[in-house]
């Protein structure tokens, strides 16, 4: 089995891809019953196996694929005698629901058949084979759009592959409209002590229906969304030697060192200095990856 994962930031854009993967099942291999907070599509390469969900059994083959909801549970399991050989890619985002909507998914028809001159199955090996690709160089924001423009191509062929009907995106959904200008709040206010019911205000929403929305669309409230945003940021701060503990805190909107550093260590684990030990001995081991051998 070959799986890559990518990112922490779950909900930043209209389609985020956490994870991809590609295995040839042995007869029997099952996973399973589980949940996923994500969405995880499998597209089969060849041979046959079984998807259970909402107490339904799908019989699937070569060309098939299935897609697993967030917070439902599944169960599939490879064939005895034909074992099915799949690739699959995990991803979430604001938009996500809608786009496999437009590609003809919904909870009670999680299946795609692929039509002939389809690229599905093209644009899923690419995907993972870029993701190995970039698994063994140093991370770059270029790689996570390279990836998540893979991910595009792969959604806008299901697109292509859906039933003649005309499925109509929802841009104009006010809802989402909300949901868009709350994340566009944080991202370019999360370094001033800003905080749900000033988000909400700014909006000319309640603080309870802003969570709803946050909620029913992210799986995630506000306030945890936003604590989640100023501490990954943090991590990209820690990561210059110039700035102190408290110089991270007052960048990601916290004028108490001491009340950032215990969210942090909440939230990571680990205390902001150990986190930033930790980085610079990663640092050090990659360098010593990339240095020539010596004979």
């Not at 979430?92 to 786009?99: F, H, M, R, S």
């Not at 959604?155 to 697109?159: G, N, Q, S, Y």
């Not at 102190?244 to 110089?247: K, P, Q």
């Given at each position: 089995m070959r799986d890559f994962y990518f990112t922490n930031e779950q909900f930043t854009t209209d389609l985020n891809i956490y994870h991809c993967g590609i295995e040839p099942c042995k007869p029997g291999h099952a996973y399973g019953p589980a949940v996923r907070d994500h969405y995880l599509f499998h597209y089969i390469l060849d041979g046959k196996g079984s998807f259970f969900v909402d107490n339904q059994h799908y019989k699937l083959q070569r060309g098939q694929g299935f897609l697993i909801y967030p917070e439902i549970i599944t169960y599939y399991e490879a064939d005895h005698s034909n074992p099915w050989h799949y690739v699959w890619v995990g991803f979430?985002?604001?938009?996500?629901?809608?786009?496999l909507e437009a590609a003809g998914f919904s909870r009670a028809n999680p299946i795609l058949t692929k039509r002939t001159g389809n690229k599905i199955d093209h644009y899923l090996l690419t995907l993972v084979q870029t993701a190995e690709e970039y698994s063994h160089t140093r991370y770059h924001y270029s790689k996570t759009l390279h990836?998540?423009?893979l991910l595009y191509m792969t959604?806008?062929?299901?697109?292509a592959n859906a039933e003649a009907r005309q499925t109509v995106l929802a841009n104009g959904d006010i809802q989402d409209v909300y949901v868009r200008k709350a994340l566009e709040l944080i991202r370019t206010n999360y370094s001033r002590p800003i905080n749900v019911k000033m988000i909400a205000a700014s909006l000319g929403l309640s603080r309870s229906y802003l969570t709803f929305l946050f909620k029913e669309r992210l799986k995630i409230g506000p306030q945890a969304y936003l604590i989640q945003f100023r501490i990954e940021r943090a991590c990209d701060f820690l990561r210059n030697p110039l700035l102190?503990?408290?110089?991270v805190a007052r960048s990601v909107g916290y004028q108490d060192p001491l009340a950032f550093s215990k969210i942090f260590k909440k939230v990571k684990g680990v205390s902001p200095s150990q986190y930033r030990q930790n980085l610079v001995r990663t640092e050090k081991e990659k360098e010593k990856s990339y240095l020539p051998a010596q004979d």
């Open positions: 979430n985002g604001l938009k996500a629901e809608t786009y990836l998540q423009g959604i806008a062929e299901m697109v102190s503990i408290g110089d």
